[in-house]
């Protein structure tokens, strides 16, 4: 009997371990980014999710950029990463009509190097940049697929270029898998079931999927069924964006 007692609970333990490596979150730097953005107050000053600043007397543009704007204020990723570790770019910093300037302003941006890890300031470096569009795809059918997740509606739940992870209570992992992490590749194995997805709303092979199925009806969000909504070589376009925003 004890025998048997053993056998039943190392297998359940073997069980609650594979579910626990089935529902365990694999966030993407990006989303890192996007949750360290919101817990230390940057949204506060740029706006949900660095879209849209808010009033800043006192500097000339009167209001704090959004990060669609980043590329004004920074060249490339390091110049990124000095706003945010710094305040300041190395260059900004060696001229003084800009720090006249900046001293006109209400606000001024903070320097994260002290309060955050080397890890989570490029995090958030990765956060800014993905909602700036950077890098973008030199393929133009690629190129054509981000615009048209933003004109069919697709980032309004995976975000900016279909990289965040917002909630979505009662699936499976609690959060919208975004199109570059290691979640989107146990959903879609191939272009085909890509498509099954974009048309239908759901691939055939989790239709087939009771514990799959589950979890799909249990979440607040659904997939919708574009299928009457698609131009001629949507997909393809869409999927052109999906491989390059993986090969990133």
Known sequence: MRKLLFIFFLAALAAYGAWVAVAKPNLTPVERGRRLAEANGCFSCHGPEGTRGVANPGRPARTVPSYRSLMMYADDREQTLEWIRDGVTSARAKSQSWRAERDLGALRMPAYGKKLSARQIDDLVSFAMAVAAEPA???????????????????????????????????????????????????????????????????????????????????TLRMPAYEKHLDAGDVDALWAYVRWLRAQ
């Open 137 to 219: 795809p030199g393929d133009s059918l690629a190129l054509r697929g981000r615009d048209r997740a933003a004109e069919l509606g697709c980032v309004g739940c995976h975000g900016e270029g279909g990289r965040f992870a917002r909630p979505n209570p009662g699936s499976l992992k609690g959060y919208v898998p975004p199109w570059d992490g290691p979640d989107f590749a146990e959903l879609v194995q191939n272009r085909g079931e890509f498509g099954e997805w974009i048309e239908r709303g759901v691939s055939r092979r989790f239709l087939a999927n009771p514990v799959a199925q589950f979890f799909l009806d249990r979440g």
